[in-house]
């Protein structure tokens, strides 16, 4: 990847087909560039995927930082390979952003919450799309496990979902509410303990029957009596999301276990047609379980998401986790490369866990 400034012009220039090759590499080079108030040019933008170059919620997202920073944005089209950034100055406000598609709201929120962490005021995001999805972390997801992880670093979010969106229509709506922070805390997650409780909602939206959140609550119930019988607290509730909350059709289920140190873990499965909602349920169920097999603190998915805080911090940041995912290999290198941020990842005996430690830059808020 070069990372390298260019000599005429003071550019960060990233190349997006190296390591994960898709949409993350893009979002973390554009946040950290913007926090750096530094342009970034991002090249071979998602070569590594079967359809290359910017989808709609990838060049929502650029256009969403653009208006954040009052910056300049070139390249921004559906398929386009390469896009430039001059950002401005963080501002605060409210700024939309809308795919039109069912392009993930979550996704949009993983681009703009650092940027707006350092804004000069408390910010609101009005984001719309999809808000569960496949290949894409659910609103249910940036709520119930990511917030709280953020809580610890010091990061104040709040979430309304307005209008549930699911594919292939899109047409959710969440308003999200930032606070801006004066310099982020280190964190600190190495001690799962025990389980001690696990949750989750199955639900459908639109034409869908409630009999299929039913099926998928029950059969997900009956997987984790069996699979976890010291867990007293299992709690699977059924959800009908009710006509004006709900943007097309669309079926689902999370699961979060809880642990007597307060780490959270997810598995969650999207309803698909002609696939069994008994499946969806096992699908989700053996997403957590494979989550919960090593003595891990955090799930494969907020491995990933948490690496860009660590490296905003200040001092050093620890997390326990299960083996390294390519997303979160991805994360570290642009975090390396751009942000100066120095990383150690230290592999446990059995290889099964690892712990990624982290020095982070202490960004400071410059309006705080």
Same mark, same amino acid.
């Given at each position: 990847?070069?990372?390298?400034?260019?000599?005429?012009?003071?550019?960060?220039?990233? &190349?997006? =087909?190296?390591?994960?090759?898709?949409? %993350?590499?893009?979002?973390?080079?554009?946040?950290?560039?913007? @926090?750096? #108030?530094?342009?970034?040019?991002?090249? #071979?933008?998602?070569?590594?995927? =079967?359809?290359?170059?910017?989808?709609?919620? *990838? /060049?929502?997202?650029?256009?969403?930082?653009?208006?954040?920073?009052?910056?300049?944005?070139?390249?921004?089209?559906?398929?386009?390979?390469?896009?430039?950034? *001059?950002?401005?100055?963080?501002?605060?406000?409210?700024?939309?952003?809308?795919? *039109?598609?069912?392009?993930?709201?979550?996704?949009?929120?993983?681009?703009?919450?650092?940027?707006? @962490?350092?804004?000069?005021?408390?910010?609101?995001?009005?984001?719309?799309?999809?808000?569960?999805?496949?290949?894409?972390?659910?609103?249910?997801?940036?709520?119930?496990?990511?917030?709280?992880?953020?809580?610890?670093?010091?990061? &104040?979010?709040?979430?309304?979902?307005?209008?549930?969106?699911?594919?292939?229509?899109?047409?959710?709506?969440?308003?999200?509410?930032?606070?801006?922070?004066?310099?982020?805390?280190?964190?600190?997650?190495?001690?799962?303990?025990?389980?001690?409780?696990?949750?989750?909602?199955?639900?459908?939206?639109?034409? @869908?029957?409630?009999?299929?959140?039913?099926?998928?609550?029950?059969?997900?119930?009956?997987?984790?009596?069996?699979?976890?019988?010291?867990? %007293?607290?299992?709690?699977?509730?059924?959800?009908?999301?009710?006509? &004006?909350?709900?943007?097309?059709?669309?079926?689902?289920?999370?699961?979060?276990?809880?642990? =007597?140190?307060?780490?959270?873990?997810?598995?969650?499965?999207?309803?698909?047609?002609?696939?069994?909602?008994?499946?969806?349920?096992? #699908?989700?169920?053996?997403?957590?379980?494979? #989550?919960?097999?090593?003595?891990? !603190?955090?799930?494969? +998915? @907020?491995?990933?998401?948490?690496?860009?805080?660590?490296?905003?911090?200040?001092? !050093?940041? =620890?997390?326990? !986790?299960?083996?390294?995912?390519? *997303?979160?290999?991805?994360?570290? +290198?642009?975090?390396?490369?751009? /942000?100066?941020?120095?990383?150690?990842? %230290?592999?446990?005996? &059995?290889?099964? $866990?690892?712990?990624? $430690?982290?020095?982070?830059?202490?960004?400071?808020?410059? +309006?705080?």
């Amino acid at each position: 990847m070069a990372s390298e400034a260019d000599n005429s012009n003071g550019t960060l220039i990233i &190349d997006g =087909s190296v390591m994960e090759g898709g949409g %993350q590499i893009l979002r973390n080079a554009v946040s950290f560039a913007c @926090l750096l #108030n530094s342009a970034v040019c991002v090249q #071979n933008i998602r070569a590594g995927r =079967s359809a290359p170059g910017l989808r709609a919620q *990838h /060049m929502t997202g650029l256009q969403l930082v653009r208006d954040i920073t009052s910056g300049k944005l070139e390249g921004d089209k559906i398929g386009s390979t390469s896009v430039s950034l *001059h950002p401005g100055s963080i501002g605060s406000g409210t700024f939309l952003a809308d795919t *039109h598609t069912a392009g993930s709201v979550g996704l949009l929120m993983q681009l703009a919450l650092p940027c707006l @962490l350092y804004a000069p005021a408390t910010s609101k995001l009005i984001l719309k799309g999809g808000t569960n999805a496949e290949m894409a972390p659910p609103i249910d997801y940036m709520m119930d496990i990511l917030r709280p992880a953020l809580k610890r670093l010091g990061v &104040d979010f709040d979430c309304d979902i307005v209008k549930r969106g699911y594919y292939p229509k899109g047409g959710g709506e969440v308003h999200v509410t930032v606070k801006p922070v004066k310099q982020l805390k280190p964190l600190q997650l190495l001690e799962r303990g025990t389980l001690t409780k696990i949750t989750g909602r199955a639900y459908v939206a639109g034409v @869908l029957p409630f009999k299929i959140a039913q099926t998928m609550a029950e059969v997900a119930y009956r997987m984790l009596k069996e699979k976890y019988p010291d867990v %007293q607290d299992i709690k699977i509730e059924p959800d009908k999301e009710p006509g &004006d909350k709900a943007h097309g059709s669309g079926s689902g289920i999370m699961v979060l276990a809880e642990s =007597s140190t307060g780490c959270k873990i997810a598995g969650s499965a999207i309803g698909r047609k002609g696939v069994p909602p008994q499946e969806v349920a096992r #699908n989700a169920v053996d997403e957590l379980t494979n #989550n919960l097999q090593c003595d891990s !603190c955090v799930d494969e +998915h @907020l491995q990933d998401q948490l690496i860009i805080f660590m490296a905003l911090a200040a001092g !050093c940041s =620890s997390m326990k !986790c299960g083996p390294l995912t390519m *997303h979160t290999q991805t994360a570290i +290198h642009v975090a390396e490369k751009i /942000m100066k941020a120095k990383f150690k990842v %230290q592999q446990m005996s &059995d290889a099964k $866990e690892c712990i990624i $430690e982290c020095e982070g830059i202490g960004l400071q808020n410059p +309006h705080l």
